[in-house]
C-alpha cells in the first residue's frame, strides 16, 4: 500500500505544478514557440534521468533511488515559486528561467518511477491497481491546482506532497529485486521491444503537441482556470477506475486498443466547440491512457529480466517524445491554430498503431 501512496503522492505534485506551466508562460511573455520550449526541456531533463536512473536501479538495488528522486524533487519542485510574479520573493519571471526551473524539476522527477514500478512487480503487487493511484494522484492535483488557483500555491503543494512521499519511502520493506549486470547502452532491450517504444513515441509526440497548448485551448472554448483543472481532472479520475480492471486482459490488446483509442480521442478534441463538450472526450481520453500505459508495463515486465531498466527506457521515450511533441505542437499551433496540432497527433497514433502490430507478428 505504502508505494500506491507514493506514486499518488508524486503524481499529485506533477500535476499541480504542470497544469498552469503554458499560462504563467504566456504570462510571463512567452510565445506559443518559447511555451514549446519551455515543455521540451522539462521532457528532455526527464527522458535523461529516467533512463540513467532505471538502470542504475537494475544495478544498485532500488530504495536508494528512490529515496533520493523523492528527497531531490522535493528542493527543485519548491523553487518554480520563484517564477511567480505574485510571490513574495519573484526572482525568476522570466520565460527562460521558467525552463531553467522546469528542466531542473524534471530531472529530479526522473529518478525515481522506474526503481518504484520495479519494486511494486517484484513485491507480487497488480500493476494496474498501483497504476491507478498515479491516476488518482494526477487527478487530485489537476482539481487542486485548479481549485488553489495561484501558481506559486500549486508549486508549494506539489513540494509539501513530494516531501511527504520522501517521508513515506524510508517505511517501505526492503525488497528483493535482483543485482544484473547490463551495459551502458542495452542495445539488446531497444531491439526486442522496438515496437512498443517506437509505437509509444509516436503517440505521445502527438499528444505532447496537444497538451502543451491544451490549456490555452480550453481557455479560447470559454473556460477558466477552474475549469482547466476540473476538464484535466476527468481525465485522470476515468484512469483512477479503468486502470483497476485492465490487468486481466493481455498486455497486446490493452496496447492496441489504447492505441486506437488515443486515434479516435484526438480527432473528437477538433469536434469541440464549447469547453464543456470535452468533458466526455476527456473520459475517453482516460480510458485509451489506461489501456496503452498498463499494457506497455504488463508487455515490458513479462517479457525482460531488467525490469527496471525496460521501464526506464519507457519513461525515457515518454519525456523524449514531450521534448519532440511540445516543440512540434507550439510551431503547428503558431503557424496553423490548435486543432492542427491535434490531427497530426491522430496522423502520428495511426503510424504508431501499425508499427506495433507489425512489432506483434515478429514476436509471434
Not at 497488480?126 to 494522484?137: C, D, E, H, K
Not at 496503452?292 to 517524445?321: D, F, P, Q, W
Request: with cysteine; aromatic share 16%; hydrophobic share 50%.
Amino acid at each position: 500500500m505504502k508505494p500506491n501512496v507514493i506514486v499518488m503522492l508524486s503524481n499529485l505534485a506533477l500535476s499541480a505544478s504542470f497544469l498552469f506551466i503554458p499560462i504563467l508562460a504566456e504570462e510571463l511573455g512567452a510565445s506559443k514557440a518559447q511555451i514549446g520550449v519551455i515543455g521540451a526541456t522539462y521532457g528532455f531533463a526527464v527522458f535523461a534521468s529516467s533512463y540513467l536512473f532505471g538502470r542504475a536501479s537494475d544495478v544498485y538495488g532500488r530504495r536508494f533511488f528512490i529515496h533520493l528522486g523523492l528527497g531531490v524533487s522535493t528542493l527543485t519542485f519548491f523553487l518554480q515559486v520563484l517564477a511567480d510574479p505574485s510571490f513574495v520573493v519573484p526572482f525568476w519571471t522570466d520565460p527562460w528561467l521558467l525552463a531553467l526551473a522546469r528542466g531542473l524539476a524534471g530531472f529530479s522527477v526522473g529518478m525515481f518511477p522506474a526503481a518504484l514500478i520495479a519494486y511494486v512487480y517484484e513485491s507480487k503487487d497488480p500493476l494496474g491497481r498501483f497504476s491507478s493511484f498515479g491516476s488518482l494522484g494526477w487527478a487530485i492535483g489537476n482539481f487542486a491546482a485548479g481549485l488553489i488557483a495561484m501558481y506559486w500555491g500549486a508549486f508549494a503543494l506539489s513540494s509539501t506532497c513530494l516531501l511527504m512521499a520522501f517521508l513515506i519511502s524510508f517505511t517501505m520493506p526492503r525488497g528483493t529485486g535482483p543485482h544484473l549486470r547490463v551495459p551502458l547502452f542495452p542495445w539488446r532491450l531497444l531491439k526486442r521491444n522496438w515496437h512498443v517504444y517506437l509505437s509509444y513515441f509516436l503517440r505521445h509526440v502527438g499528444a505532447n503537441g496537444i497538451w502543451i497548448i491544451y490549456p490555452l485551448y480550453i481557455v479560447s472554448l470559454g473556460g477558466d482556470k477552474f475549469w482547466v483543472g476540473l476538464i484535466y481532472t476527468v481525465n485522470t479520475a476515468s484512469q483512477f477506475f479503468v486502470m483497476r480492471y485492465v490487468d486481466r486482459f493481455t498486455s497486446k490488446r490493452l496496447v492496441t486498443a489504447g492505441l486506437t483509442l488515443s486515434s479516435i480521442t484526438f480527432l473528437a478534441f477538433t469536434l469541440v466547440q464549447d469547453f464543456r463538450q470535452l468533458i466526455p472526450v476527456q473520459v475517453l481520453l482516460g480510458c485509451s491512457w489506461s489501456c496503452l500505459y498498463v499494457g506497455s508495463l504488463l508487455h515490458l515486465m513479462r517479457r525482460n529480466v531488467e525490469k527496471a531498466t525496460c521501464t526506464g527506457i519507457l519513461s525515457s521515450v515518454i519525456s523524449l517524445a514531450a521534448v519532440f511533441g511540445t516543440l512540434l505542437g507550439g510551431v503547428v499551433s503558431e503557424l496553423f491554430d490548435f486543432r492542427a496540432a491535434m490531427y497530426v497527433a491522430a496522423a502520428l497514433t495511426v503510424t504508431g498503431f501499425i508499427l506495433f502490430r507489425i512489432g506483434v507478428k515478429d514476436e509471434d
